[in-house]
Structures are given as C-alpha cells and as structure tokens.
C-alpha cells in the first residue's frame, strides 16, 4: 500500500517538477511580441506624464503599446503610436507633447514555424532588447 502511495505520489509531482518550470518558461517569453518588459524599463529612464512614444519594431509588436493608452489618446497624457515613418509628423501634430520618445523592440523568434502542428507562424518571441531614444 506504502508502494503504491509513492508510485502514485511520484506520478502526480512529475509534471510540478519536470514540466512546470519549461511551461513558466515558455510562458514567460513574448507571446506573438507582445511584452510589458519595455514599459517596465521606461520608468528608469524618467520620461515624463506627458509624453508621446513611437513603437517602432516589428508591427506584431505595437499591441502591448496599444493597450497601454486610454480610451481618447487625446485626452491622456502618455500616447503610445504605431512608428510609422510617413505619418509620424501628423502623429505629432494630433497629439502634441511635450516630450516625444521613440521605441525601438528587437524581438528574436523562439521556436521555428512548426506546420506539422497547424501553427503556420511562429508565436514564441524573445525580448532580445527595447531601445529607448528621446526625439524631443
């Protein structure tokens, strides 16, 4: 009977102790680029309330900079925008700061493009580094 405990004591604490840990792991990278990470480093760099941030990267990338902004970007005082080369002036002129940053995320691919499983993208991302420049 003691046996059997183990055994089944054993069976039940495998996955806790083997696959948890890869799971947390896994996790624990850029889902599809998604990442707070940068925001994060942002606050060491003392960008000011009011201020408006270009995301640059890849265009996957931007949702997490998208969900940081208030409903009307134009009443908040921190405005998260897409990096877009050919419409950064007007971005400018809707939402003028005083302070205006610009994001730069390089991402690096976790996994290959596993089509044996039906996933024809790769979702698994990796921070590889967020760089921060101030434009005015």
């Known amino acids: 009977m003691a046996a059997l405990a183990l055994a089944l004591l054993a069976v039940a604490?495998?996955?806790?102790?083997?696959?948890?840990?890869?799971?947390?792991?896994?996790?624990?990278?850029a889902y599809h680029?998604?990442?707070?990470?940068?925001?994060?480093?942002?606050?060491?760099?003392?960008i000011?309330?009011?201020?408006?941030?270009?995301?640059?990267?890849?265009?996957?990338?931007?949702?997490?900079?998208f969900l940081e902004n208030e409903l009307d970007p134009t009443r908040a005082p921190r405005v998260y925008v897409r990096d877009l080369p050919e419409l950064r002036e007007a971005a400018m002129q809707v939402y003028a700061r005083p302070e205006i940053w610009q994001l730069v995320q390089d991402l690096?691919?976790?996994?290959?493009?596993d089509l044996a499983?039906?996933?024809?993208?790769?979702?698994?991302w990796e921070m590889v580094r967020a760089r921060w420049r101030r434009i005015r």
Not at 13 to 29: H, K
Not at 33 to 46: K, M, N, T, V
């Open 117 to 124: 499983r039906g996933n024809p993208y790769t979702d698994r």
């Open 48 to 65: 000011r309330p009011r201020a408006l941030i270009f995301v640059a990267g890849p265009a996957f990338a931007y949702g997490a900079a």
């Open 13 to 29: 604490l495998w996955p806790l102790a083997v696959r948890l840990p890869q799971i947390v792991r896994g996790e624990s990278s």
């Open 108 to 113: 690096r691919p976790l996994a290959p493009v």
């Open 33 to 46: 680029g998604q990442s707070i990470a940068p925001f994060r480093s942002a606050q060491a760099l003392d």
